[in-house]
């Protein structure tokens, strides 16, 4: 729920003004909200006095501070333009804060209605039992020698598989891209698995283990150490574009 504190409020309107399913109001002197509210937040982030808040969300909003918010665009754009999918990964553990940042990142995604219905599964303390259960499954359609190219396939040595579970894969998309941004300011990579991907959410034993229930999974990549260096950009095809 939005809560206006009229004590700060200066009635600016700033917060109705910028209010897609204009659920803001003015009345009788006072800021008021009514049930169509979507919970996006614009109203908290764009007052000028701090005077809203959501009771439903646990963390605090946290001023504009430009050297902190700014990113300059050539390194944004470089550093779009240099990232890889790794398929060789170094045999380290992936910090726990690092996994938090990047999931950090996913969450202030934006959603489609600000649904907010993504979640994650990080799969690294037990990753050796993820492995025997997917290969389990794997070895009951290919030969011997296929299964073994097939755990190089679908595991490549990563230290960590993520997972993104919810009803929509754009908002799945989306987070997934900020994970990856953030990952390489931390000094890793990742590699997005449709092949695990769909093997994990196709058998029932594997999704008691992820403890997934009703949910899908829309995504998932492996994350790490690279165990490659990379020197340059790679080439791409010229966009197409329609200029109108």
């Known amino acids: 729920m939005v809560i206006f504190n009229q004590e700060k409020c200066i009635l600016c309107r700033k917060c109705m003004q910028d209010c897609y399913p204009q659920a803001i109001q003015k009345e009788n002197e006072k800021m008021t909200v009514s049930g169509e509210c979507m919970l996006c937040g614009h ?21 504009y501070i430009k050297e902190k918010f700014q990113i300059e665009s050539d390194n944004m754009l470089h550093m779009i333009k240099f990232r890889r999918s790794i398929r060789n990964y170094r045999e380290k553990i992936v910090e726990r804060e690092k996994l938090e940042m ?28 993820l492995k025997h259960m997917v290969l389990k499954k794997v070895e009951q359609y290919v030969n011997g020698e296929n ?21 929509n894969a754009i908002n799945a998309g989306l987070a ?20 695990l991907t769909k093997i994990s959410g196709s058998f029932t034993e594997i999704r008691e283990f992820l403890q997934i229930g009703e949910k899908e999974i829309q995504l998932c990549f492996m994350a790490g150490y690279p165990a490659v260096e990379y020197r ?5 095809k010229k966009p197409e574009i329609l200029w109108m």
């Open 43 to 63: 109203c908290v982030a764009i007052c000028p006095k701090g005077a809203v808040s959501i009771c439903d969300y646990e963390d605090e909003p946290e001023e």
């Open 102 to 129: 990047m999931i950090e990142a996913g969450r202030y995604t934006a959603t489609v209605s600000n649904r907010q219905e993504i979640s994650y599964i990080v799969v690294q303390d037990k990753k050796n039992e």
């Open 147 to 167: 299964a073994v190219q097939w755990q190089e396939k679908l595991f490549r040595n990563a230290s960590v598989i993520i997972y993104i579970v919810g009803d």
């Open 176 to 195: 997934a891209q900020n994970m990856e941004l953030m990952a390489a300011t931390l000094g890793l990579g990742i590699f997005y698995n449709g092949y």
């Open 232 to 236: 340059r950009t790679a080439p791409r």
